[in-house]
C-alpha cells in the first residue's frame, strides 16, 4: 500500500493527471519488475518504494516537456522511461531499443501484461539499426553520454526532431556535441522523493 500512496503523493507533486487505471497499471509494471529483477538483475535498486521514486516518478517528472510524435527509447533498460510513458500517453507510438536480450524480454512480457498497443520492441545495437520512418524525439535515461547518444542515434532523428537526454546537472559531456548538434535547453528537474539533482537535456540539429 505503501507504493500506491508514494505513487499518488508524487503524482500530486508533479501536478499530473494520471487517472487511477494507469496509476493501478504503473504499480502493476512495478510488481513486475520487482518479480523478474531477483532473476534478471534488471535494476540495482531493490526497495520497492525507492522504485516509485527512481523509475516511475523519475520518468513521470519528464512528461510535461514532450510532445506527440512517434518516440526511441534508445538503452531502454527495464523500459524506463519508455514504458512509463506508452502508459500515459496511448495516442503517441514508442519503439523501445536496448542490445540486451534479458532486457528486451522484460519489456516485451511487461508490454503484453500492460496491453500497451503503442509500442514496439527491438533487440539489437541502435548504431547499426534501420528504420524507413525516423523519429519526432529521441529520448535516452541511462544511455551513454550525451555526444556518444547523440553519434550513435543521428540517423533515426527526423531533421526537425530532438534528442532528450534525461541527465545529472554535470554538463562538461556538452562540449563534445558534434558541430551541427547544439543545446535548445536545459530543463531542471524536481523529482518527488529524489534528493540527486536531475535535468533534461534537449538538443536538436543546428
Request: net charge neutral; with cysteine; charged share 20%.
Amino acid at each position: 500500500m505503501n507504493q500506491a500512496n508514494d505513487l499518488a503523493l508524487g503524482i500530486t507533486q508533479l501536478g499530473l493527471d494520471v487517472t487511477p487505471e494507469v496509476q493501478y497499471k504503473l504499480l502493476t509494471y512495478l510488481e513486475l519488475l520487482q518479480k523478474w529483477n531477483r532473476v534478471y538483475n534488471l535494476t540495482a535498486i531493490r526497495q520497492p518504494e525507492q522504485m516509485v521514486m527512481s523509475h516511475l516518478l523519475d520518468s513521470l517528472a519528464v512528461l510535461p516537456h514532450l510532445w506527440p510524435g512517434r518516440w526511441l527509447d534508445v538503452g531502454c533498460g527495464a523500459g524506463l522511461p519508455g514504458l512509463i510513458l506508452a502508459l500515459m500517453r496511448p495516442e503517441w507510438t514508442f519503439v523501445l531499443l536496448d542490445s540486451n536480450s534479458k532486457k528486451t524480454s522484460f519489456v516485451q512480457q511487461a508490454k503484453i501484461e500492460l496491453e500497451l498497443r503503442n509500442v514496439s520492441i527491438c533487440c539489437t545495437r541502435v548504431e547499426g539499426w534501420q528504420t524507413e520512418e525516423k523519429f519526432d524525439g529521441i529520448i535516452s535515461r541511462a544511455f551513454a553520454e550525451t555526444a556518444k547518444f547523440v553519434m550513435l542515434t543521428r540517423h533515426l532523428l527526423k531533421q526537425e526532431g530532438s534528442w532528450v537526454a534525461m541527465k545529472g546537472v554535470s554538463q562538461q559531456e556538452l562540449e563534445r556535441l558534434p558541430s551541427d548538434v547544439s543545446v535548445e535547453r536545459v530543463i531542471p528537474l524536481q523529482v518527488p522523493g529524489l534528493a540527486a539533482a536531475r535535468c533534461l537535456i534537449m538538443l536538436k540539429f543546428t
